[in-house]
């Protein structure tokens, strides 16, 4: 299955691998050893300022499924990393770009939003989330009508086939994980909205049989119920592209909701904790809609004890230095 993955057809975009780099001093802050605690940084995978959703648009833009395309559209809202990549991407390959942006601001665009742009995206602003796939639809219509072909992907490309992403991800830090042994578990945190991320992850490490893994998924707005249930359903069909049909490995699981504070996007004093302590302690940058909450869970789990002392942890850094910028 995992030979099936290797052969699957893609569009290189991220220099792999990605860093596992040691937090020596943010270990020291939480009495651990350097050994102990992890960042995996997605963030520098190397194209179009970085961020997880280059891994998923690999599989999303593979040549096979480009053929007589034209024009990508995608969605998000006005400070999307996947939609800078996707726009990134779509500028690489030749391609128009079209997002549907919800909640769009007005110039002087900063961050993402100015991103955008840069890469020559068209926007079409739309007034609520609720309007971003229909209006999709519409514009692949108008592709269509002018002679053109459109490759519509879906918001974060969490589907099953941009999940395969991080299965590949999963190989990868298993990979680098043989050069630090460690005899306890390894708890890894990382930010779950569409779970394309998350379920990748979950489906990979299932194949690989990591029975020492136990993966975080650290909710940026969504239940820890929809977390499940979301992650469940991407795992099981992107395993079935793979010829994988068991069910996901027993324990390996741990969704929260408890770190959304205030709501998507917005501080809570605890990832504005996490924030200035990365930043102080290690010079690592963090965004405020994912990596800042996914990082005060890691440290909220450390220093309660509930992860053991024998353990390690490993914050997986899933990018969007453009929207902690633009604040």
């Given amino acids: 299955m995992l030979t099936r993955l290797q052969e699957w057809p893609r569009t290189s975009f991220v220099r792999e691998p ?8 943010l270990a020291q802050t939480l009495g651990r050893t350097p050994a102990d605690v992890l960042l995996k940084m997605d963030a520098e995978s190397g194209f179009a300022l970085g961020g997880n959703k ?35 991407a779509a500028a690489r390959l030749g391609l128009k770009c079209v997002l549907v942006v919800n909640g769009d601001t007005p110039p002087p665009h900063k961050g993402n939003a100015y991103l955008h742009r840069l890469f020559g995206a068209e926007i079409r602003p739309v007034a609520t989330q609720k ?45 680098q994980l043989r050069d630090h042994p460690h ?52 795992a099981t069909r992107a395993g079935e592209l793979l010829g994988a049909h ?42 405020p809609a994912y990596t800042a909450k996914t990082a005060a869970a890691m440290l909220d789990w450390a220093q309660s004890g509930r992860i053991p002392r024998e353990d390690r942890m490993i914050l997986w850094h899933t990018g969007g230095y453009p929207t902690a910028l633009a604040l």
Avoid at 188 to 212: K, N, Q, W
Avoid at 213 to 225: F, Q
Avoid at 246 to 271: E, K, M, N
């Fill in 246 to 287: 068991a069910p996901l490995l027993t324990g390996l699981l741990h969704p929260t909701d408890d770190y959304v504070g205030p709501g998507y996007g917005i501080h809570s004093d605890a990832s504005e904790e996490a924030t200035a302590l990365l930043g102080r302690t290690e010079g690592v940058l963090l965004d």
């Fill in 54 to 88: 280059a891994r998923k648009l690999e599989f999303e833009l593979a040549p096979d499924r480009l053929k007589g395309a034209t024009h990508v559209i995608t969605c998000g809202g006005p400070q999307s990393n996947h939609a800078r990549l996707t726009a990134a």
């Fill in 183 to 234: 005899a306890g578990d390894t708890w890894i945190f990382v930010s779950a909205s569409s779970c394309g991320t998350y379920a990748g992850l979950a489906l990979g490490f299932t194949l690989l049989e990591r029975t020492d893994v136990r993966l975080v998924g650290v909710s940026a707005d969504i239940s820890r119920a929809e977390i499940l249930d979301l992650t469940e359903r991407l």
């Fill in 18 to 25: 990605t860093p596992l780099i040691q937090a020596p001093n």
């Fill in 131 to 175: 309007d971003r796939d229909p209006t999709m639809a519409e514009v692949a219509a108008e592709v269509e009508a002018d002679g053109g072909h459109a490759l519509v992907i879906p918001l974060g490309a969490s589907t099953p086939l941009g999940s395969l992403g991080y299965v590949r991800a999963a190989t990868e830090i298993d990979a």
